[in-house]
């Protein structure tokens, strides 16, 4: 039985040095020629390919034979020119711009809120339908917030061939995986709260934050100090703690209208054996906007705008999936051996439950997986009756967190 | 301002190969003649003096200028005869016996609940007030669970020199570092139920821990196996999983009886880069034993047996502190900048919550360091009017989790 916990090649899952991300499930080799390649397949775009979820979008593509006529690599002015390899063909990536999207039936966006919100709107005026994994649209009215085995309802007579653009949102990833667990659970017995505490991996800040992690590991391990280009303490530029809700403002305002790297940074947060409250600017209600993701989007994705939900977001030295631990209070009963029947037989779940064992979700052993995984599902000691669980959820960032959860979208476009 | 927030030395501060960890706070050279050496002092014992918490014990004892007018190094029989220097004498490390402790006024113990119960009871016939670290003794009926910030009144009366032995209980590391910020909430507003979800140091699990995801991790980053000696899944030993109630009442017995070194184990856990539900025994209810011990050791050090307690354990890559993200729901309303003011002025706290430059708490800011460190403090947005808070606590597990904890305790006896 123990045997198949075992995790013989869990070393070679380290992110690799490349910029370019492997793919590691079901890959064929670059010289087979797929059979999605096919004329009557939609046209398809990338955007922001050469990041890791660019990088993961091409590889679930491949994975899940997702038929295309034509797929256009797009990127920033920095990246373009580069020469890239997909399903046995050259590509050149090229520059984004507002005439990219010229007869694109799908794009995939992930490249930042800054760059969806100026290239998004754009392509719908073209006829393109966005998938946009950034925050930008997620809160939208009107916008889809969409996880297919969640709320595909959300997305109903959006399909490509319908003559006009559109627009969906991929949820953020936290939002994402807690939701494939909470979701069958609240079809059941409604949730009435949920208190989310997360154990989010380096990935959700992008490759060169897996990058420095690891970099990082390997000059603590040698003694030497911690290079911190992605992790540090923000500078308020009012510099005085009495000004900290102006600053708040600030930081809010920066992250809406640049990217990361282009903020003031200093000092040095080290990551390596180490943990910190997430990175996204903090709000005047002392959420940071991470967590507020979790609360938002719950209620826009349950079409529940009563949902009561608080979340406490961490950033942990993991590479690339999360860890959520989650309580639930529920308005119907539901004890704990229906919990995991339900969990069982959920789309896109997988319970790893073996309180024997002690076996349960860890963040490695879903990495590169499509599932999300739960487990340490228990009657919550806590409350009255048969109305609280405690579970906790693994789930993989890039792929079901990001990547994956998008092409879902676009499959359910065709 | 950003400068105080620099770690610029964090990177000596992985915890060293040697099994002996070094005290960093306040060390005098080991040729100085200490004042704390004094004729009227107690006699003192350390036993588990080799381990991760018995070395810390010395630490502490000198930083802390503790009196003693001779101390015992004791150790099980594989450590016996070693040499060892403290405070610039000589040392050799003596097997323990139930004879060790004649003529003893203080014993710390740290070697595990076996030898705790084994020759904890026949310490107090003699005389000696026991200080337990372990286990054993917390939740008995007439032996004293005390955070000296916290309950010193269950302790009245038991002082050096009143002629007769005691057991004094040091509670769990997790229980400690929340009960240290989350009692002064308590007593304002009387907290009703708490949903805490933890961040665990290596440390939690002993030096050999330490030591194991460092090496882990030098063998991941080398592309090399994980060596995993200490943490592994555990096999049934009736090897059936619709026999699993039967093999947690038989894992949570070996637990008791034996130590963990002891138990069968088979199906590497990777650490390094990884997470992973605490390595605790699961009772049948679904909670393993270190979220039962907060669970129960709350109700206990709060004389408190209504307050509601659910806790998810998870061990994270980190060398020795622990971090806990804690949610309160109180009876009275509290709100946060009264909370906060209530926790800067607790014994034993310091509040690191700076929401303008994201700085808060982290494991490695707090480690070998005495207080425990309270950030993200906010009103939970998920409970009505001001009776829910959010907050997040780290806080050194060797230190204040274990040794200084005990030596608190020590103190309060003399």
Redesign the interface.
């Known amino acids: 039985?123990?045997?198949t916990?075992?995790?013989?090649h869990?070393?070679?899952r380290?992110f690799s040095t490349s910029p370019v991300a492997k793919p590691t499930r079901k890959l064929l080799s670059p010289f087979t020629v797929r059979m999605s390649l096919q004329e009557n397949g939609p046209s398809v775009a990338v955007v922001g390919v050469t990041g890791a979820v660019g990088q993961e979008f091409l590889s679930v593509l491949t994975d899940r034979d997702f038929p295309y006529r034509s797929i256009k690599m797009l990127a920033s002015k920095r990246s373009a020119g580069k020469q890239m390899t997909f399903e046995g063909r050259n590509y050149t990536v090229e520059e984004l711009t507002a005439d990219s999207f010229d007869g694109v039936d799908i794009a995939l966006f992930s490249a930042g809120g800054s760059i969806s919100k100026q290239f998004g709107p754009a392509a719908v005026e073209k006829g393109t339908i966005v998938v946009d994994n950034s925050s930008a649209f997620r809160m939208v009215d009107g916008v889809p917030l969409v996880i297919p085995e969640v709320n595909p309802q959300a997305m109903h007579g959006i399909k490509v061939g319908m003559g006009k653009g559109a627009l969906i949102a991929n949820p953020n990833c936290s939002t994402i995986i807690c939701l494939m667990a909470a979701t069958p659970l609240h079809q059941r017995a409604k949730v009435l709260?949920?208190?989310v505490?997360t154990?989010q991996a380096a990935s959700g800040a992008g490759a060169a934050a897996m990058e420095e992690?690891?970099l990082q590991?390997?000059?603590?391990?040698e003694?030497?100090?911690?290079t911190c280009n992605i992790f540090s303490?923000?500078?308020?530029p009012?510099?005085?703690?009495l000004?900290?809700?102006l600053?708040?403002f600030f930081?809010v305002f920066s992250c809406f209208t640049s990217e990361a790297d282009e903020m003031v940074f200093?000092?040095?947060?080290?990551y390596a054996?180490?943990?910190?409250?997430h990175?996204a600017?903090?709000q005047p209600?002392?959420?940071?906007e991470e967590e507020m993701k979790l609360?938002k989007e719950t209620r826009k994705i349950w079409s529940d705008l009563d949902v009561?939900?608080?979340a406490?977001c961490?950033r942990?030295?993991?590479?690339r999936a999360h860890?959520e631990?989650v309580?639930l209070q529920f308005e119907k009963p539901l004890d704990?051996d229906t919990a995991r029947e339900i969990l069982k037989n959920a789309a896109g779940v997988v319970v790893i439950d073996?309180?024997?064992?002690?076996?349960?979700p860890?963040?490695?052993e879903v990495s590169n997986k499509d599932d999300v995984a739960v487990?340490?599902?228990?009657?919550?000691?806590?409350?009255e009756g048969n109305h609280?669980l405690?579970i906790?959820v693994c789930g993989d960032q890039i792929r079901k967190g990001a990547a994956l959860n998008a092409i879902q979208i676009a499959e359910m476009l065709l």
Chains 1, 2 share one sequence.
């Not at 054996?273 to 409250?277: V, Y």
């Not at 487990?375 to 409350?383: A, C, E, N, T, V």
């Open positions: 039985m123990a045997a916990f075992t995790q013989p869990a070393h070679g380290l709260r949920m208190v505490s154990y992690l690891e590991t390997r000059e603590v391990l003694g030497k100090p911690p303490q923000q500078v308020c009012f510099g005085d703690a000004l900290s809700y600053c708040s930081i200093a000092g040095c947060v080290q054996f180490n943990l910190f409250s990175n600017p903090v209600n002392g959420y940071n609360v009561k939900v608080t406490t961490i942990v030295p993991v590479m860890a631990s309580n704990e073996d309180r024997a064992s002690n076996h349960f860890t963040p490695l487990g340490r599902i228990r009657q919550d000691l806590s409350q609280g405690d906790f």
